[in-house]
């Protein structure tokens, strides 16, 4: 069974600019989870989406934060600007049904560094 | 609101000695706990889970952790360390309560260096 899969592995920008992550998750799961893992700190959910629909995005700085998961399937999280603060790793994961103590399964991560 | 502590950002142990990693939770319902594990340049991997069955959980590469609800705790253990257990070790609670149908809380992590 193949893994949750993202893209880029690393990305280097300079601040103000814009970026995109893509996350393809594990075939047949509903729920989908970014999140954010600053260095030296435990990953922080950023956003989750149940099929196609936003289920938390409390954490999600909306000015500059967006993400879709068009078709329930695939997702991409764009940041526009960047800011210096934005350094981190992004996480991706899914999970089957999304109830409380489903396995999340996550991808490798995209290191993003702003400069 | 529901938050996980871990009590040591670092943890040296020799190869083939014990390992305990240690975890307390704050949680306002029954949760559900797990333990992951990071290594460097690699996804997380789930260790472990408890979801109010038994209290000792047993996980992979040897590993199991114990659900102690008096004194909030879910310790990670393992007999005996091997080299390939360095990585980042992430005690993580899952609170139905807390909106969002799985949202997990990650504690801040332990770095768990073996030397030979």
């Known amino acids: 069974e193949a893994g949750v899969a993202q893209s880029p592995r690393y990305k280097i920008i300079e601040k103000r600019q814009s970026v995109a992550f893509w996350c393809n998750p594990i075939?047949?799961?509903?729920?989908l989870y970014w999140y954010q893992q600053i260095l030296g700190q435990g990953p922080k959910l950023l956003i989750q989406f149940q099929n196609n629909g936003v289920v938390d995005d409390s954490q999600l700085p909306k000015d500059r934060f967006s993400a879709e998961r068009l078709k329930g399937v695939d997702s991409t999280l764009k940041i526009q600007p960047a800011k210096l603060e934005d350094s981190a790793v992004y996480l991706c994961?899914?999970?089957?049904?999304?109830?409380?103590?489903?396995?999340?399964?996550f991808g490798p991560g995209t290191r993003l560094t702003v400069l | 609101a529901q938050s996980v502590t871990q009590l040591d950002s670092h943890v040296s142990v020799s190869e083939g000695t014990p390992v305990l990693l240690r975890c307390n939770y704050s949680?306002?319902?029954?949760?559900?706990l797990f333990w992951y594990v990071q290594h460097p340049n690699k996804g997380l991997q789930l260790l472990l889970k408890?979801?109010?069955?038994?209290?000792l959980v047993k996980g992979i590469n040897g590993f199991e952790a114990e659900f102690k609800k008096s004194e909030t705790s879910f310790h990670l253990t393992k007999p005996s360390a091997h080299m390939s257990d360095a990585a980042e070790y992430f005690c993580v609670v899952s609170d139905p309560l807390s909106g969002g149908y799985n949202k997990l809380i990650f504690g801040a992590g332990t770095r768990l260096a073996v030397h030979p």
């Open positions: 949680s306002s319902y029954s949760p559900s």
């Open positions: 994961a899914s999970s089957f049904q999304g109830v409380p103590a489903d396995t999340q399964y």
């Open positions: 408890y979801t109010s069955a038994a209290t």
């Open positions: 075939s047949g799961h509903a729920t």
